[in-house]
C-alpha cells in the first residue's frame, strides 16, 4: 500500500508547470492540518494499513518547516503501520535545500529525495523561471548526501530550445558527477494553462521542435545508459535497480491514497480526484467531508489504464493480464494490430509480455492508444 501527500504551494509559478499549486502560502498550517484531518478521515480506504512509500509531492513539499512536516509524519504513523523498510520520499527544490534544512528532513524520516533541478545551464533556468541557480544545483546534492540522505533523484528537462546538444550533453555530464542512483528527465512541453502556453498563443515563443525533442531524446537515453543507467520507464532511469517505488507502484497499478488538493487516489475498482482548489478543499475538510470526484471504472478503463502506464515500463504489459481485466477480449480485439506493429518494430512479445523497442518509446502513447479497448 503506498500514501501521496500533495502539497500546493510554491513560492514562484514555473512557466512549464500546470500542477495545482499556490504561491500564497498564508493558510499552509490551515492546509497542513487539513491534510492531517484527511489523513485520519481515511484511514480505512485501503485494504491494508501497512505503507511500503510515502511520497510527499507538490507544488513544493520542501516549504513545509519542521514542525508541519513532523506533524504530518507523526499523524501518518498514528493511523498506518509504515513499513521498517519503508520508502519516504520528499520533492525539494535545490534553493531550500541548507545543511540545516536536510538535517530536519533525515530526522524527520525522509530517506529519498526528489531534487527538481531541470539543468544546471544558468540561461535555461532563467528561461523556465526557476529560482534556483546552477551553483545550488549541484551544491545541494553533495550537502544531502553529506547529512546522510544518499537515495537521491533529480529532474532534469530537455527539449529547451538551444541551437546544439552541447547544453545537454553539460547538464547530463554534470549530473553524473554528482554519483546519484536516479534520474528523472522529461521532454518540455508547452501546456495550455501555462506561462509558456499564453506565450504561445500570443507568438512570443515557438512550438517545441519534435525533431529536436527525438534527437534529445535519443542523445540523453544513450548517455545514460552508457554511464550505468538503466531505463525502466521511458523518463525515468536507475544505477543499481534504484527505482522510484512509489511511481513504479502506480505503473504497476498497486493501490494508493492520495491526500491534499488535486490528490488521487485508487483502490482497483475506481479512482477519486480531490478538488484542485486550497479554499474549497479547507472548507470540505473543515466539515469532515472529502470534495473529491469518484469515477468507477469499466473494464475498458482498467485494460486501458494499465496499458498507458505498463507499456511505458520495462515490465510491460503481460497479455494475461490483460485478457483477465476484459474478459479475453483484449487479445481477440488486438491480435492483428499488435502484429503489425511489432513489423513495424515499434513493440515485441517477449513470454506472454508486450514490450515496446526502443524506436516504439517515442511513440508510446500512440501505441497503448492504438490498442486502447472501445
Known amino acids: 500500500m503506498h500514501l501521496y501527500v500533495h502539497i500546493p504551494f510554491c513560492r514562484q509559478a514555473c512557466h512549464y508547470c500546470d500542477f495545482h499549486f499556490s504561491t500564497n502560502t498564508t493558510n499552509k498550517r490551515a492546509i497542513v492540518e487539513a491534510i492531517a484531518r484527511e489523513i485520519v478521515i481515511r484511514k480505512n480506504y485501503l485494504s491494508s494499513k501497512e505503507l511500503e512509500t510515502i511520497y510527499f509531492g507538490g507544488g513544493t513539499p520542501s516549504l513545509l518547516d519542521e514542525s508541519e512536516l513532523s506533524f504530518l509524519m507523526e499523524t501518518i504513523r498514528t493511523h498506518f503501520e509504515v513499513d521498517e523498510n519503508a520508502e519516504i520520499t520528499l520533492e525539494a527544490n535545490p534553493d531550500d535545500l541548507d545543511r540545516e534544512k536536510l538535517t530536519q528532513l533525515f530526522n524527520a524520516g525522509i530517506n529519498r529525495l526528489s531534487i527538481g533541478i531541470q539543468s544546471f545551464h ?13 551553483y545550488e544545483a549541484g551544491n545541494c546534492v553533495k550537502l544531502a548526501q553529506e547529512v546522510g540522505i544518499n537515495n537521491i533523484s533529480i529532474d532534469l528537462i530537455y527539449a529547451i530550445p538551444a541551437p546544439d546538444h552541447t547544453i545537454l550533453e553539460s547538464d547530463i555530464q554534470k549530473a553524473f558527477e554528482l554519483d546519484i542512483a536516479h534520474i528523472s528527465a522529461y521532454c518540455l512541453t508547452i501546456e495550455p494553462q501555462t506561462a509558456f ?20 531524446f535519443e542523445i540523453l537515453t544513450a548517455g545514460l545508459a552508457s554511464n550505468g543507467y538503466e531505463q525502466y520507464e521511458i523518463s525515468n532511469f536507475a544505477r543499481n535497480k534504484k527505482y522510484s517505488r512509489h511511481n513504479s507502484s502506480y505503473w504497476k497499478q498497486h493501490h494508493y ?44 478503463d482498467q485494460v486501458n489504464e494499465y496499458l498507458l502506464t505498463g507499456l511505458r515500463t520495462k515490465w510491460g504489459c503481460e497479455i494475461s493480464t490483460l485478457n483477465s481485466l476484459s474478459d479475453n477480449q483484449f487479445e481477440l480485439q488486438n491480435r492483428a494490430e499488435i502484429s503489425m506493429m511489432a513489423q513495424k518494430g515499434l513493440l515485441f512479445i517477449d513470454n506472454g509480455t508486450i514490450l515496446l523497442t526502443q524506436a ?15
Open 360 to 374: 516504439g518509446k517515442l511513440f508510446a502513447d500512440r501505441v497503448a492508444s492504438d490498442l486502447f479497448l472501445d
Open 197 to 216: 502556453g499564453s506565450w504561445l498563443k500570443k507568438k512570443k515563443i515557438k512550438p517545441i521542435d519534435e525533431e529536436f525533442a527525438a534527437q534529445q
Open 122 to 134: 544558468e540561461p535555461h533556468l532563467r528561461h523556465l523561471n526557476r529560482i534556483h541557480d546552477s
Open 257 to 300: 491514497l492520495g491526500v491534499g488538493p488535486s490528490a488521487h487516489s485508487y483502490n482497483g475498482v475506481s479512482r477519486e480526484y480531490n478538488v484542485s482548489n486550497n479554499a474549497q478543499y479547507l472548507a470540505a475538510i473543515q466539515q469532515d467531508k472529502i470534495p473529491s470526484t469518484i469515477e468507477n471504472l469499466t473494464q475498458a
